[in-house]
T-cell receptor
Framework: RKEVEQDPGPFNVPEGATVAFNCTYS??????FFWYRQDCRKEPKLLMS???SGNEDGRFTAQLNRASQYISLLIRDSKLSDSATYLC?????????????FGSGTRLQVQP | NAGVTQTPKFRILKIGQSMTLQCAQD?????MYWYRQDPGMGLKLIYY???????DKGEVPNGYNVSRSTTEDFPLRLELAAPSQTSVYFC?????????????FGPGTRLLVL
């Protein structure tokens, strides 16, 4: 089983829609999780951290479900500029505490 | 701050050639990482370093070497380039703030091995 798994998409949604992505992780001992955003041919950039109590930043909400071992990202009122690939990130079990495992990403395309 | 910088931006190598991908950060971060990203895939960790003089293997270290003689620099060396090493290479650095860590990425180096 992969350490982090995501639906690759693409998710095609109209502007203004609400869209949600899930990501499952295998390391039950993981404490901290992240969502990164990656634009085409660019480097990943941190979107938000995922805390056990959930985390909200404007139109973006991240949730953690430890019992089912998944994290989610909800985007409300989608903008064209939200079109990107969203990478789910969890601590790596194989390579030590400092290393992170990145999912393959979920592609979002927001359409006018 | 320039953040994390990488050179070159793009390079074409012939099979068997060697090269060094440069990475530098000016944020005084202790932790630095090298990842590769193949088309349509996630990032795979090649090597990482928790401080000057300390390096450790990641998920896919074969065919690569690293060194960390200073806090700022973390070069990645390919000794005998192979077509399987065609990829985009990202360097990252991070700090820990009250147990929470954020990784900052450089713009990447695109490598084509023919």
């Amino acid at each position: 089983r992969k350490e982090v798994e995501q639906d690759p998409g693409p998710f095609n949604v109209p502007e203004g829609a609400t869209v949600a992505f899930n990501c499952t992780y295998s390391n039950s001992a993981s404490q901290s999780f992240f969502w990164y955003r990656q634009d085409c041919r660019k480097e990943p950039k941190l979107l938000m951290s995922v805390y056990s109590s959930g985390n909200e930043d404007g139109r973006f909400t991240a949730q953690l479900n430890r019992a089912s071992q998944y994290i989610s990202l909800l985007i409300r009122d989608s903008k064209l500029s939200d079109s990107a690939t969203y990478l789910c990130v969890a601590p790596s079990r194989r390579t030590g505490r400092r290393a992170l495992t990145f999912g393959s990403g979920t592609r979002l395309q927001v359409q006018p | 701050n320039a953040g994390v910088t990488q050179t070159p931006k793009f390079r074409i190598l012939k099979i068997g050639q060697s090269m060094t991908l440069q990475c530098a950060q000016d944020m005084n971060h202790n932790y630095m990482y090298w990842y590769r990203q193949d088309p349509g895939m996630g990032l795979k960790l090649i090597y990482y370093s928790v401080g000057a003089g300390i390096t450790d293997k990641g998920e896919v270290p074969n065919g690569y070497n690293v060194s960390r003689s200073t806090t700022e620099d973390f070069p990645l060396r390919l000794e005998l380039a192979a077509p399987s090493q065609t990829s985009v290479y990202f360097c990252a650095s991070s700090y820990s703030d009250r147990g929470k860590e954020t990784q900052y990425f450089g713009p990447g180096t695109r490598l084509l091995v023919l």
